[in-house]
């Protein structure tokens, strides 16, 4: 598909993962004068010209994390459909696009890390981030609406299935929160999730969401 960027009002650029620098850094020099603004989420940080570029930690998230994803999902909550959003999701995303909805930062990664040392699979771990996340599981998606995103995804996980990678930000969830509470119990760890502390939520399920991505 080619899109003529002269029909966007203005064009957005978000980039997370451990490839968002070097993605943003390209995305800079292509895009030049339409290139609006955009923020850059990496383990590592430079300074551009008008990307916003963010540190975060990996693997477990952090406070930090926290803020620069509130401010990630600041600026999708200002989209319009006159504009046009170019997102780059990459590796370690599920971990740096921290956002969660009623469990602290310093309990999702004690959970986290309980689940990688019991052997869960990526696709279980991320079954439980998106049921506990404001932003991953589709609700990027759902908070762009209705700009028109274009989503670049570079997959690490085995069988790559995009609505694993990342926690599926951008993708429609087929994950409910039976899934997630099923995960917790598979791995006898659900006494370490308990409410209020975990409140997990359904991930959007309305099409319309995704028809612009």
């Given amino acids: 598909r080619v899109l003529a960027l002269g029909v966007f009002k203005r064009i957005f650029f978000v980039g997370i993962g451990k490839c968002a620098l070097d993605a943003g850094e390209v995305f800079e020099e292509i895009l030049g004068s339409w290139l609006t ?52 999701i990459s590796g370690g995303a599920s ?41 991953q599981g589709g609700q990027f998606a759902k908070m762009a609406y209705p700009a028109t995103v274009v989503s670049l995804i570079f997959s690490d996980v085995p069988g790559d299935d995009i609505a694993t990678v990342a926690s599926g930000p951008t993708v429609l969830d087929t994950t409910s929160i039976a899934d997630a509470r099923a995960v917790l119990k598979k791995y006898n760890i659900e006494e370490l999730c308990k409410l209020p502390e975990c409140e997990f939520v359904e991930t959007p399920k309305d099409l319309e969401f995704f028809q612009r991505v």
Wanted: proline share 3%; net charge negative; with cysteine.
């Fill in 37 to 88: 603004d955009g923020i850059i989420l990496d383990v590592r940080g430079t300074t551009l010209k008008k990307l916003r570029s963010e540190i975060g930690t990996h693997p477990f998230p952090s406070e930090e994390n926290m803020k620069i994803a509130q401010s990630i999902a600041d600026l999708l909550e200002g989209l319009t459909d006159t504009d046009l959003l170019i997102t780059v």
């Fill in 95 to 135: 971990s740096l696009l921290c956002l969660p909805s009623d469990l602290s930062c310093e309990a999702l990664g004690r959970i986290t890390k309980t689940l990688m040392g019991q052997g869960a699979t990526i696709s279980e771990i991320n079954t439980f981030r998106k049921h506990t996340s404001k932003i």
